[in-house]
Structures are given as C-alpha cells and as structure tokens.
C-alpha cells in the first residue's frame, strides 16, 4: 500500500529565517506530488504541482518554492518568511505506477508553520 | 476556478439530516468529497467520475449533476463523527485525469448531541 509522511510536523520560525519541510511517498513510483497550504479557518490553496523529477509548476507567485529532487521526494522552501507565511502545509499525491486509479488526492499528515 | 460550497457553515442535531452543495463555472468531470477534522488533515471520503453518479460512504451519499456543474453532499441521521470540515475538489485543468485539484472553501459541519 502506499504511505506519504511529511516533516516536521510543528514548526515555530522568526520572521526572515529560511524553510524547508519534506514529503515522501511510499509504494508507487512517478507520483503527482502537491503542495497545498491553509491558512487559519480558510480553504486549501494549490501552491505547487510536479508530475516528474525536476518539474514544479507553481499555482500562486509568492517567497516560497518546490523542489523535487528525487522521484517520491517532494520539498518546499523559503529563504525569507513572512508573517503571512504561518499556516498548515500539506503535502499530497497521486497517479503514479502501483498507485491508485483515478484522480483522488490523498493527504499527509500536514506541517503547522507559525511565522514569528 | 475553483467551485463555491454552500453553505458555509451548519449546525445540526445528532439525528437530523443536511446537505451540502458544490457548484461550478466550468464544466465538470469529476467531484472529489474530503471531510477534515480539526487540526487533521482532509481525509477523502468519496469521487463522482459520471454525470449523474451517485455514492454512498455509511450514511453519507452524494450526487453529480454534470449539465448543472454541480454536486451534493447528502448526511442522513448525522451522528457526532460528522462533525468537521467538509471540502469539494475539482480539476483545475478541467480533464479527468492526474491532474491537481482546487477545492471550495469548506462547509464546516457541527453536530451536536
């Protein structure tokens, strides 16, 4: 079966400071990985895409980017947080060779970043 | 792009039933159902891929109305574990397919005893 884990779970950092939070997938192979964010009582919002090592597209222009530098890895980052920035990361998946037919998203456990 | 949910929020009693719509400006292939309980993250709980589709996951079924652009979330006899978030997802290239979707806003559900 496959499995996606994402860390850190919770996170406190000072405004300016830099980010990276991490997702894996297990159990399939050429996964479409995701980065969506939520901020505090708000919907989730699509902010990066890869359907291959080394492809990003990026949904909303901001300070944070996504890098994917192995096949079931998936990264995002910042050099400079913003206050703005602070709310809950979620990485998901799907498609994939072994994975699951269809179009359903599955989440993982999701990061709570608070910006200081 | 992304579809509007209605309504924004609900309030119901262990027992009673609610609904829970999902609309959109473009046209539908597939609508994707997640509850969300708080602090969690969004679970799935089911996928319309056919005009007129109907599922049910326990007491909880939804339909897909593609000529409308729509699709309802439908709790019979709401128990306590209802209680959460629940969000619609479409695709945001409008193809069925590995492609990301958007999601509305949230419903949030409360059930109270």
């Known amino acids: 079966s496959q499995t996606i884990h994402q860390w850190p779970a919770t996170l406190v950092q000072p405004v300016g400071s830099p980010l990276s939070l991490e997702c894996t997938v297990e159990g399939t192979s050429n996964p479409n990985l995701y980065w969506y964010r939520q901020a505090a009582g708000r919907g989730l919002q699509l902010l990066f895409y890869s359907v291959g090592i080394g492809q990003i597209s990026s949904e909303v222009p901001q300070n944070l980017s996504a890098s994917r530098p192995q096949d079931r890895q998936f990264i995002l980052s910042s050099k400079k947080l913003l206050l703005s920035d602070s709310g809950f990361y979620l990485c998901?998946?799907?498609?994939?060779?072994?994975?699951?037919?269809?179009?359903?998203?599955?989440f993982g456990e999701g990061s709570w970043l608070t910006v200081v | 792009q992304q579809p509007v949910q209605s309504p924004q929020a609900v309030i119901l009693r262990e027992g009673e039933d609610a609904v829970i719509n999902c609309s959109s400006s473009?046209?539908?292939?597939?609508v994707h159902w997640y509850r969300q309980k708080h602090g969690e993250a969004p679970v799935f709980l089911m996928i319309?891929?056919?005009?007129?589709e109907q599922k049910g996951h326990e007491k909880i079924s939804a339909s897909f109305n593609e000529k409308k652009q729509q699709s309802s979330l439908y709790l019979t006899a709401s128990q306590l574990s209802y209680s959460g978030t629940y969000f619609c997802?479409?695709?945001?290239?409008?193809?069925?397919?590995?492609?990301?979707?958007?999601f509305g806003k949230g419903t949030r559900l409360s059930v109270i005893a």
């Open positions: 473009k046209a539908l292939y597939s």
């Open positions: 998901a998946w799907n498609g994939g060779l072994g994975g699951n037919s269809g179009n359903t998203i599955y």
């Open positions: 997802g479409t695709e945001r290239f409008g193809f069925s397919g590995n492609t990301p979707l958007v």
């Open positions: 319309l891929l056919k005009g007129g």
